[in-house]
């Protein structure tokens, strides 16, 4: 018979937890970004291990609805919610007065709060790479830094998961803002591994391949094959995409007991996907063309 391609086998279905039960019970993990996406599907499995929750972003109404929906996680523990712009140091040090008040100081930290908009370098306004660049890296550097700061004033461990792009590596054409901060990102990781593992505070990189979900904006949405979570794709070679609840799966490993001694790296959840270079590639396609848009913004 035939041995047709049939890609990576399709995960156990959403609803079971890749950890033994109540995992993260007593733990606080807090989110940003976690209303949303990939945010919201890492935060679901800390929930599902028992952690009690924060969410942090821009947007209160939204962060309400997840809250809701998180609490109602079968095993989740408490879930608070602090609409925050991470680009705010003080809002940031609020986030986290109000979380230790509440629930207590965050034992763990995922850092997946990002922005992002395709580009031709040359058409980026200083305001555009300022967003892009604050928001994904200075943000996630002041989300850390609060975090370090209590946890090393408290002598207490904690463990840090920043949400990167394999772009970090290999630089991403049309997205020159987002590609530079995230491997701004990546570098801290592995400068504060080295930094913090004396004082019990490790920091990992998870980095998603792509991983489709209705939360998507418009601008990121357009640019893509539109895929549902773990659909075929034959331009990969997993033959599919992602499903958010195999990478809520990894954030919650890296974050948990089994992995005391992982700290300074970076794993990638992609199907190999970043690999997939020769030197005889498809023909190259300026960005300019593939976006559709005439010089600086034309
Ligand atoms: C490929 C797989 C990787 C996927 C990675 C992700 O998904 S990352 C996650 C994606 N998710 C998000 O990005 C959600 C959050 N995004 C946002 O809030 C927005 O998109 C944002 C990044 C622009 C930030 O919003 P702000 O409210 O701070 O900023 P604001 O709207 O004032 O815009 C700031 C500057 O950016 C410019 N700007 C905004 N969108 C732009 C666009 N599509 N192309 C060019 N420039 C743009 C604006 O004109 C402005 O510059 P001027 O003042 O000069 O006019
Ligand atoms: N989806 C993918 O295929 C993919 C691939 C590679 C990497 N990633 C990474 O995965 C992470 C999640 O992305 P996603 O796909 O889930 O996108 P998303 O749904 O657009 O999530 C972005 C989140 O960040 C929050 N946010 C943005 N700016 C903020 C700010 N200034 N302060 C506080 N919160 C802010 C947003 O909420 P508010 O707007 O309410 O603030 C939103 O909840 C990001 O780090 C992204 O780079 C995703």
Redesign the pocket.
Known sequence: MENLPRGLPAPPPPGAAALPPGTYAGQVVLVT?GG???GKAIATEFARLGADLVIAS?RAEQLEAARRELAAVPGAGRVAAAAC?I?DPERVAEVFDAAEAALGLPDVLVNN???????PAE??????????V???LTGTWFMTREFGRRHLAAGTPGSIVNIG?S?AWTG?PG?SH?AAA?AGVKSLVETLAVEWGPYGIQINGLV?G?FPHAD??E??RG??ERAAPGARDARQPALRVGAPHELGWAATFLASPYARFVTGHTLVVDGANWQRRSVVAPEVVPVREQLGRGPF?G
């Open positions: 970004g949303t996406g990939l821009r712009d680009r709060a990002a922005a992002n908009f395709p580009s058409d980026l306004s200083p305001n555009a790479w300022r967003a892009v604050d928001i994904t792009a772009y991403g997205f987002s995230k998603p792509l998507m904006t601008d990121i640019g893509l913004g």
